[in-house]
Structures are given as C-alpha cells and as structure tokens.
C-alpha cells in the first residue's frame, strides 16, 4: 500500500479534526484504520475483524464524529461495549478525538455503578452515549435515553458481548434505533452468532479483516513445561529470573487466581487479584492500581480482563494454558504493544499439551521451550513497584479534577510533578499515584492540607488491596 493512502490527510476529514489528530501524534492509520475508515467515512455499513490496541476505536469515533452535528442537542451516536472498563476507555478517545469540534458531550452510562447519577447527566443533554447493553436498555426503557436522532450505532468487541450473554439486549437495543442509521460493528473474532447478529442489524455491510497474529519479533514467547503442582512456584521463579516491572498473569479459573495473588503477596510482591467475584468499588481499585503502576503483578481470569488495555505493560504470564487458542492470541497481544517489546511465559504440564498444540497450529510455528532449572533468582526488593496509590474520598460529584489535585500536590506542597503519577478521578472517590517511598508522608500531609478549598480524607492503599 502506497504511503500516502495510509495519511489521514488523505480521508475526508475537516482541516480541524486532521491538525488535533497531527497534535495526537496520530499521523499514520494502522491496519484497522486504513481499511475500515474509507467505507466507514462513506456511510457504509461495516463489519470490521479487529482487536483491543489495534487502533479500531480511532476508526468508529471519527467515523461518528464525521456524522455528528455538533449545533443539535440530541443523542446522535451510540457506543455498546461489553465492560464498564472499554466503555470508560472508548469514552476517554472519543473525547480525544472530539477536541477539534466545540463542546461535543460524550456520556458513559454502565452498570455496577447506581443509575442515578447517569440519568441526571443525560436529563443535561448528549451527543454520545458509550455504554453496556444492559444499562443502555434500561435507560431506554425507563424513556431516560432518546435515540429518535440517532445515526450512527457502534458495537465494539462484539463476540465478548455476545460471549457474556448480552445478545438479547444488543438486539432489543438495535430495534430501538432509527432503522436508517448506520452501524459499525467490531468483533476480534467472528463466531456464527456475530453473523446472525449482522444478518439482523445490518444493510449490506462492508466486510475487513487485518491480520490477527501479533508479530513474533514484537512478542517474545517462552515455555516452560511444569508438574502441575510446581505452577505456583514456578510463577515465583519466572518473576525473580525476568523482573518485569508490570506483569497480567492469567489462570482459567477464580480459585487459581486468588491461590496465586495470595502466595505472591506471602512472597513480598505487590499482587492484586481479578476476578468476577469483586464488588465494583474493589474492582475499579485494583484497575487504577495496576494502571498507575502500583501493583507489580496482576492476577487475572479472562472474563475479568476483558476490556482491559494497560499501556506499557513488560509481560503476560499464562499460570494456566487456555483451552481456546484464539483467547491466547488475545492474551498475550496485550504486551509487545505501540511497537514495544513484550514479554510472554507460558507454563505447561502435561495434561495441558493438547491445548498447547491448538495454539501451535493457530500461530502456524512450534513453541519455544526452555527448562526450569535455566532460571536464576534475582534480589526481589527490585520487584516492588514505583509507585503506591491515595485514595481520596471524594470525586465528580464534589467537582475535583485531576488538576485540582496536582495543584493541592505541586503548588501547596511542593512535591514535583514527577513524584507523581496517574490521577484518577470517579464518581465518589479518587486516585492518585506517587513515589512509593513518599506514599505515607504526602497522604499525611494532605490530611492535614485540603483540595479545592475543603478537607479530604486520605489514605494508602496497602499492597493486599484493602
């Protein structure tokens, strides 16, 4: 492909979308982008085979951009996504994406969190809803959501939706749309319900595929094959040879996840545990943790990580190989992304190597095995994490912004901005990262300072997750 077809100057964007996308630092389209943006951009409806990190949220957020009014106060354009994690991602690059346009409001409506709040903003007025299925269709059936002005209907990540059982919803929330809208849907894979899903949503679509395999030279893969009672172990020993700075170590089931969260933090390391048993509050904490880089090691079922896209993240270590080699894929494409080098250990036992030979004949080349004994511990102090998180109680709905909290750190502290991190900030609580070796003496100092005028209570999230 020539390069010029690869510019977004060469699509039909307004002057002021390409120069915000050039300030992005988006000047190149990815795969993803370059095929599904052209008849995307035509009005055409569109089934599009991409995965998390390939850029396929830039691809339906200009293409609904493009389509919107930004002088009519109505909802124009709806987002599905399978967790509240993507729907808070997407939410975040549409806005990004949307700077060149004036006062574009992009609201987030998602379960496990209360309603009421989300009704109140959208009694405010909207231009974009990102949000989950079942949300969105009790909003709709409340008469809280209005699409009468909708035209244009994402579905992204569709196989998880359909995978966590939300085709009914997608399907009652599609009848609920104008029937001349247009519809984008994007799927990693495309099992048979994805089809008959688009048999129903969509006119004529146009089909695009990328290339799903992650580039070898990208993703460094070992195995190593174990007793099956030695996997505990040998996570411990993969850590201490390779220290990663960040790793998502993935298990088939709850139970291994909590054994092995548990045995790292007996170990010293600063390990969180994912899984589907979490409260929403627990869940949001470990997600910021692991993001912000306060957590070295996060342990993980595929139904709790879906959604998740952790920038620079060193390594993927499967504790457990997945029956389904296409979840591999997905698995270890979450390292080695932007064009970093990642990171994948996978460990094996025998019973595991029917699954491993699916994977093999997937990827279309054999594993690359390594024995145990070549691994040599390191000092584990290494391993602690840079930074530890505060939590302040108190978030959107005393009005604190991240800058708020900067300033109360920078300017009435004097703390530099490189001591500090990511600031989160949710509906009732934020986050904020920091030095680790300064963590204690900065949440003291803020309780006995304020934020944006008024006392805050602060404390440490300690390295269990409490």
């Known amino acids: 492909m020539p390069a010029e077809s690869t510019a977004f100057s060469s699509l039909p964007l307004s002057p002021a979308t390409v120069a915000n996308l050039q300030r992005l630092g988006y ?41 919107l009014n930004a002088r009519r106060f109505a909802v124009q354009s709806l987002v599905l996504c399978p967790t509240r994690e993507l729907a808070d991602q997407v939410t975040a690059e549409v806005r990004r994406l949307a700077r060149a346009e004036d006062n574009i409001k992009v609201v987030t409506v998602t379960g496990g969190v209360p309603s009421r709040g989300q009704i109140a903003t959208l009694e405010h007025g909207a231009h974009i809803v990102v949000g989950t299925p079942g949300r969105v269709l009790d909003l709709l059936d409340r008469g809280n959501l209005q699409l009468d002005a909708l035209n244009t209907l994402v579905l992204d990540e569709a196989d998880r939706m359909l995978d966590m059982g939300f085709a009914d919803d997608v399907v009652k929330v599609g009848m609920q749309c104008p029937s001349t809208r247009q519809t984008l849907l994007f799927s990693a894979t495309f099992p048979d319900g994805i089809m008959k899903l688009a048999a129903r949503f969509m006119r004529d679509p146009v089909t695009v595929k990328v290339e799903s395999q992650h580039a070898s030279a990208v993703i460094e893969q070992r195995w190593y094959e174990i007793e099956d009672n030695d996997r505990v172990d040998a996570v411990g020993r993969l850590l201490d040879h390779f220290r990663p700075a960040s790793t998502l170590a993935f298990c088939n089931t709850k139970l291994r996840v909590r054994e092995v ?31 912000n880089r306060s957590c070295s090691v996060l342990v993980a079922t595929d139904v709790a990580a879906r959604g998740l896209d952790i920038e620079g993240l060193d390594c993927v270590l499967n504790v457990d190989v997945t029956p389904d080699p296409e979840v591999h894929i997905h698995r270890i494409g979450r390292t080695g992304r932007a064009g970093e080098s990642g990171l994948a250990l996978n460990l094996a036992s025998m019973d595991e190597m029917g699954a491993v030979g699916r994977i093999e004949q997937l990827q279309g080349k054999e594993s690359e095995w390594h024995p145990l004994k070549e691994l040599t511990p390191a000092n584990r102090d290494h391993l602690l994490p840079p930074m530890a998180t505060l939590h302040l109680q108190g978030g959107r709905k005393e009005k604190i912004r991240p800058g708020d909290v900067l300033g109360a750190l920078t300017k009435d502290l004097g703390y530099t901005r490189e001591q500090v991190g990511k600031i989160d900030v949710n509906e009732f609580s934020t986050y904020v990262a920091v030095e680790r070796g300064i963590a204690q003496q900065v949440a003291a100092r803020l309780n006995a300072g304020k934020v944006k005028g008024r006392n805050v209570k602060v404390r440490v999230l300690d390295d269990s997750g409490d």
């Open 27 to 67: 000047t190149e389209m990815t795969a993803i982008q370059a095929a599904a943006l052209p008849p995307a951009l035509l009005g055409k409806d569109l089934i599009a085979q991409a995965k998390t990190g390939s850029g396929k949220t830039a691809a339906f957020a200009l293409t609904l951009l493009a389509n």
């Open 261 to 291: 969260a548990a045995w790292l933090q007996r170990q010293g390391i600063v390990a969180l545990a994912l899984h589907g048993d979490l409260e929403q509050r627990d869940r949001d904490q470990v997600l910021v943790r692991f993001a």
